[in-house]
T-cell receptor, first 114, second 113 residues
């Protein structure tokens, strides 16, 4: 399965600022996704990162708050904009190879907003 | 009501015990059922994958799906301290596969030596 690297692994940010999380996979995947894992909550799909076009967002998530880029098959970024303490969470990048049914996850980026 | 319900625990058992982890769900369209294991400060990794109803065994792990009751289970035999992790159930409907997984909250499991 693909190896997925995320950075930063953790960060502490001030309210009102923005943070960009980077995700790199080691081999070509057809689909990349961003998830949020809040304390005591399920993993929740934020969006599907589409190569060269706008991401597809799930209900409750909007581009202005979580802009996503995917300039090529192996790289994607998620920005958490205008952060508030409610955005404190683990953000996970995941990848899916064509024809596969197994999602591979990165280690996550733990974000704390003060 | 959440689509997938999972007791968050925490669950603490002695080494060697049989562990039973469970999820219930409400969407009868779910056909793919998975269990992920997540160690502290790591991403989830796939542990077991089953399609539709029935049992699947892999070493010390057994996954069961009862679609009539909308209930899935993961059994761990001869549990080891290295099994200490958070276990997440996940499921999806036909045609969606891993693209639209719905996860449970996760159960935090500790195996005590």
């Amino acid at each position: 399965s693909a190896v997925i690297s995320q950075k930063p692994s953790r960060d502490i940010c001030q309210r009102g600022t923005s943070l960009t999380i980077q995700c790199q996979v080691d081999s070509q995947v057809t689909m990349m996704f961003w998830y949020r894992q809040q304390p005591g909550q399920s993993l929740t799909l934020i969006a599907t990162a589409n190569q060269g076009s706008e991401a597809t967002y799930e209900s409750g998530f909007v581009i202005d708050k979580f802009p996503i880029s995917r300039p090529n098959l192996t790289f994607s970024t998620l920005t958490v904009s205008n952060m508030s303490p409610e955005d404190s969470s683990i953000y996970l990048c995941s990848g899916l190879k064509e024809g596969a049914n197994v999602l591979t996850f990165g280690a996550g980026s733990r974000l704390t907003v003060l | 009501q959440k689509e997938v319900e999972q007791d968050p625990g925490p669950l603490s058992v002695p080494e060697g015990a049989i562990v039973s982890l469970n999820c219930t769900y409400s969407n009868s369209a779910f056909q793919y059922f998975m269990w992920y294991r997540q160690y502290s400060r790591k991403g989830p990794e796939l542990l077991m994958y089953t399609y539709s109803s029935g049992n699947k065994e892999d070493g010390r792990f057994t996954a069961q799906v009862d679609k009539s009751s909308k209930y899935i289970s993961l059994f761990i035999r001869d549990s080891q301290p290295s099994d200490s992790a958070t276990y997440l159930c996940a499921m999806s409907a036909i045609g969606q596969g891993a693209q639209k997984l719905v996860f449970g909250q996760g159960t935090r499991l500790t195996i005590n030596p």
